[in-house]
C-alpha cells in the first residue's frame, strides 16, 4: 500500500487527487493538509503549520502538493526532512523557489515535479520540440487559456513550452502581449487568456510564408492532471532521490 498525503487537499486539483487516491487499491489515503482544517474522503485535513507533526504521526509514503508556489516551497521542506517523497504539480515557481526546492530534495527524497501531469501534454511537449527542430524559420506564437481563478500567468506548461523553445531555437526574446505599434521580429509571442471554467487549453503557432502549423492540447476534465499525478505517485516510491520530470514516469 502506497500511503498518500494530499497538500492542497481542499482545492480543485486536491480533491480530485484525493478521489483517485481514495478509490485505489493499491493506495491509502492517509490525509491532507491545507490552510483550512476539514475532511477528504474521509481522513482528516489538518492546518499546513501542523504539516509537520501530521506526517510524522502519518508516516505517508508520498506527498503530493497542488497549493501555490511559497506554499509548496514550504511543504517541499517538510516533506524532505521527513523523508517523504514528493509529487509537486504546483506552477509559478521563481528561479529562486526552484532552486531552493532543488536543494531541499536532491540527495535526500526522490520528487517528480511537472508543469503538467497529463499523459497528452507530456506527448505534445515533445511535438512541439520536433516542429521547433524543423521550422526554425517560421514565427512562433504561444498561446495559452485557463479558468478565472488561475493565479499565475503564463501557465507553468506554457513557461515549459518555451523552455523547449529555448532549447531548439536558442533563446528568442519573448513578449508578453502586443499592443500599440509592434514591429515582429524574431521574438516568440507569449499571450494568456482567462475566463469562466476553461480547464486547460495550450498551442504553438508557427507561421511561415503560404502556410501555418499548430500544435495543440486541450484538457477538458482536470481528472487528466490528478491520474499523472497519481500514476508518478506510485512510480516514485523507491526512487534514487533526485528530481525527477513526468516524461520519467511515462519513460518518453
Ligand atoms: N502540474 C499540473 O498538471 C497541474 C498544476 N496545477 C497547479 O496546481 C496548483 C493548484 O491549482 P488548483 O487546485 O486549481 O488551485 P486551488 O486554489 O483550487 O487549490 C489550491 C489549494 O491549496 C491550498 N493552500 C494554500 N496554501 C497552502 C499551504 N500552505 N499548505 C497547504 N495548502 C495550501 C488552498 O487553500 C487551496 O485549497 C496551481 O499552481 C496550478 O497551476 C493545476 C492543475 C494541473
Ligand atoms: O492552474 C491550472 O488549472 C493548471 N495549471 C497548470 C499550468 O499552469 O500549466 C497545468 C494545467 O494547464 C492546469
Avoid at 505534445?124 to 512562433?140: H, I, N, P, T
Avoid at 495559452?144 to 493565479?151: F, L, M, N, T, V
Wanted: glycine share 12%.
Amino acid at each position: 500500500m502506497v500511503k498518500v498525503v494530499v497538500s492542497g487537499a481542499l482545492g480543485r486539483m486536491g480533491t480530485n487527487i484525493g478521489r483517485i487516491v481514495d478509490e485505489a487499491a493499491d493506495m491509502e489515503l492517509v490525509g491532507g493538509i491545507d490552510i483550512q482544517e476539514g475532511t477528504l474522503f474521509g481522513t482528516e485535513v489538518v492546518l499546513a503549520e501542523r504539516m509537520d507533526a501530521f506526517l510524522k504521526e502519518k508516516k505517508p509514503d508520498v506527498l503530493i502538493d497542488f497549493t501555490v508556489a511559497a506554499a509548496a516551497v514550504e511543504n517541499i521542506k517538510v516533506a524532505a526532512e521527513n523523508n517523504v517523497a514528493l509529487i509537486v504539480g504546483t506552477t509559478g515557481f521563481s528561479p529562486e523557489q526552484r532552486a531552493t526546492i532543488a536543494s531541499a530534495v536532491e540527495g535526500t527524497v526522490p520528487a517528480v515535479i511537472s508543469s503538467n501531469f497529463s499523459v497528452g501534454v507530456n506527448i505534445f511537449w515533445k511535438l512541439v520540440r520536433e516542429a521547433a527542430r524543423e521550422l526554425g524559420d517560421y514565427d512562433v506564437e504561444v498561446t495559452e487559456a485557463h479558468h478565472r481563478y488561475k493565479k499565475d500567468a503564463p501557465s507553468g506548461t506554457a513557461k515549459t513550452i518555451l523552455d523547449i523553445l529555448d532549447q531548439e531555437l536558442g533563446g528568442r526574446e519573448k513578449v508578453y502581449g502586443r499592443v500599440g505599434e509592434t514591429e515582429r521580429k524574431g521574438e516568440i509571442g507569449v499571450h494568456a487568456i482567462r475566463g469562466g471554467d476553461i480547464v486547460g487549453d495550450h498551442s504553438v503557432l508557427f507561421a511561415g510564408n503560404f502556410e501555418c502549423i499548430e500544435v495543440s492540447h486541450r484538457a477538458y476534465d482536470r481528472a487528466v492532471f490528478a491520474q499523472g499525478a497519481v500514476r508518478a505517485a506510485r512510480w516514485v516510491v523507491g526512487r534514487e532521490p533526485r528530481i525527477y520530470g513526468m516524461q520519467d514516469v511515462l519513460g518518453l
